[in-house]
């Protein structure tokens, strides 16, 4: 998703000679036969005019220039043209939504179709596939699919079209966010449903707040939610985060989430997830992914955190692993960081909970930077020695 936390890259969308090979290694016999009737030896469509299409819509629009075709024909007939073959699309729409040349017509009528048009498609989508999901759910989770489901998402006008689209999205929602293609769906519906209407994403997100974080789509998906949702929809998403924080912030991804919400500057989120973490906070500093959530737990600005920081400072410096932590890869950065934001008497206690750890830290590659840190720590213990 746009301004992820996470980074991570999409596959290409499939190319039109990918999508045509396929189609010829599918068809075989049947599949020229089919296209010598549509198409002369050049490749051309051999009509002329939209009206005499009817029968072989679903054909034309499986093939790359017969699909162009009645594009075209839509684009220079309007209302008139889309009327001539919308039954015939209607009565296939699912698996032309699916094709790699079926899915741009389906887009094309969604731009174009009456609003009663759309409505009948909304339905036709709607009704049960044979796992009992909606149909629409299916077609979202597909390459090509997610695309026509977007366009739909994308061109809803009326509050009934609105409705009809959400009853046939709820069903599969987390299914969808946890999607390479369906996740891209969801994102479509939080940016141009409005706050209101996406609540049934919110609910979800909420409900499977660690399903959800600790994957590899889902957890850019929690991100957007956080960033579309408002007033108290985004006080309970981040509150739920919070609660969870533990589980999320030892996660691969879930991490990203934690540090997300840490970052919106919300001083009571921030304090909730200090505190969510609270006992916990040497052994996550051993850990790669949740040593970077103890990191910024620790610089978050602001007086009113302040309590919070020193919680962190305190259980770190009495820690019995603290030793482990001042040699530790990850654990020297935490360390490091607590001496940087400790301040006056706190900062003294610290240094003086390190310095039994001078001699090991000496010859730690790790440790080093300790030392580096620590202008006071270097001077005492030169006047010591």
């Known amino acids: 998703g746009e301004g992820c936390n996470f980074s991570h890259a999409q596959g290409p969308a499939p190319t039109v000679a990918a999508a045509t090979s396929r189609r010829t290694a599918r068809g075989g016999k049947a599949a020229r036969n089919e296209h010598n009737e549509l198409l002369d030896a050049e490749g051309r469509v051999k009509f002329t005019a939209i009206e005499e299409v009817n029968g072989q819509v679903l054909s034309l629009a499986q093939d790359q220039h017969g699909c162009r075709f009645l594009q075209k024909k839509i684009d220079e007939g309007g209302p008139e043209a889309v009327a001539a073959i919308f039954p015939e699309v209607l009565q296939c729409v699912v698996e032309l939504m699916v094709d790699p040349f079926g899915n741009y017509l389906v887009q094309k009528l969604l731009e174009c179709c009456s609003e009663r048009q759309r409505v009948q498609i909304l339905q036709a989508v709607s009704e049960p596939a044979a796992d009992g999901m909606p149909k629409v759910i299916g077609v979202a989770l597909n390459t090509h699919g997610t695309r026509a489901v ?13 409705q009809l689209a959400i009853q046939a999205l709820e069903p599969g929602v987390v299914p969808l966010i946890k999607d390479l293609n369906g996740n891209h769906v969801v994102q479509r519906c939080l940016q141009r449903l409005g706050a209101i209407d996406s609540q049934f994403i919110y609910n979800a997100a909420g409900r499977h707040c660690v ?19 408002t007033g108290p929809q985004r006080e309970h998403l981040v509150s739920e985060i919070a609660v969870n924080a533990l589980a999320l912030a030892q996660d691969p991804f879930g991490n990203y989430v934690v540090q997300y919400v840490l970052e919106l500057g919300m001083s009571m989120a921030s304090s909730k997830v200090i505190r969510a973490l609270a006992g916990e906070y040497a052994p996550l500093s051993l850990q790669k992914f949740s040593s970077n959530v103890v990191e910024k737990c620790l610089k978050l600005g602001g007086p009113e955190l302040e309590e919070d920081r020193k919680i962190i400072v305190r259980e770190i410096m009495v820690s019995p692993h603290l030793g482990r932590l001042l040699q530790d890869a990850y654990g020297n950065y935490v360390v490091q960081s607590t001496l940087a934001i400790a301040k006056g008497d706190l900062h003294c206690e610290l240094v003086e909970h390190i310095r039994p750890h001078l001699a090991a830290i000496k010859s730690s590659p790790y440790g080093k ?17």
Not at 150 to 162: D, F, I, M, Y
Not at 211 to 229: F, K, N, S
């Open 369 to 385: 930077r300790i030392l580096a840190r620590s202008h006071l720590l270097q001077k005492k213990s030169a006047a010591g020695g």
């Open 211 to 229: 399903e959800i974080g600790t994957h590899r789509h889902g957890c850019c998906v929690l991100q957007r939610c956080v960033d579309h949702a």
């Open 150 to 162: 977007q366009k739909l998402v994308e061109t809803l006008r009326s509050a009934e079209q609105v």
